[in-house]
C-alpha cells in the first residue's frame, strides 16, 4: 500500500508595522517567504549575503532565494509573533 503526500494550507489576515498582510501557513513547509517588493514597500531591512537556496513552490515553480529579512514582528489573531522571511 502507498499513498501520496497531501499538504493542507490556512489563510490568516496578520498586521505587520502598520499594514494589513496575508499569511498562509502550509504543513509541508519550513520556510517563511515574503516578495521582495512587498518587503520593499513595507520598508523591511533585507539582508543580501545568504547563500542561494532553491525552493519548489505549490505550482512547481523552483524559485532561487538568496535574501533574507530578519527578526519581523507580525501579529496574528492578536499573537505576537517573530519570523525570519
Known amino acids: 500500500m502507498s499513498s501520496t503526500p497531501s499538504f493542507a494550507s490556512l489563510r490568516f489576515v ?4 502598520d499594514a494589513s498582510i496575508q499569511i498562509f501557513v502550509n504543513d509541508g513547509l519550513t ?3 515574503i ?7 513595507l520598508g523591511l531591512p533585507i ?12 505550482n512547481g515553480t523552483k524559485l532561487s532565494i538568496k535574501d533574507c529579512v530578519r527578526s519581523i514582528k507580525i501579529i496574528v489573531q492578536g499573537h505576537h509573533i517573530v519570523v525570519d522571511l
Open 31 to 33: 520556510l517563511n517567504f
Open 47 to 58: 539582508e543580501f549575503d545568504l547563500p542561494p537556496t532553491i525552493v519548489v513552490v505549490g
Open 14 to 17: 496578520g498586521q505587520l508595522n
Open 35 to 41: 516578495q521582495a517588493h512587498v518587503s520593499k514597500y
